[in-house]
């Protein structure tokens, strides 16, 4: 089973995805450079969908 972990309690964004409980990607607005400024000003849904898109790419997983 696959699952998209979000989490926006802190002051940086993150995202991570999961298949069979391993990890397989992961993607806060911390690692992002071009999301500095997004991350600063706390403005999480600016930033989560494409923390989200890079976590998918990077696992190589579709959203169908």
Do not use: P, Y
């Amino acid at each position: 089973m696959r699952f998209l972990g979000v989490d926006t309690s802190s002051s940086r964004a993150s995202v991570a995805l999961t298949a069979n409980g391993q990890l397989v990607s992961e993607k806060s607005s911390a690692q992002a450079k071009r999301l500095k400024q997004e991350r600063r000003r706390n403005n999480h849904a600016e930033v989560l969908l494409s923390l989200i898109d890079s976590a998918l790419t990077t696992a190589g997983w579709r959203i169908d």
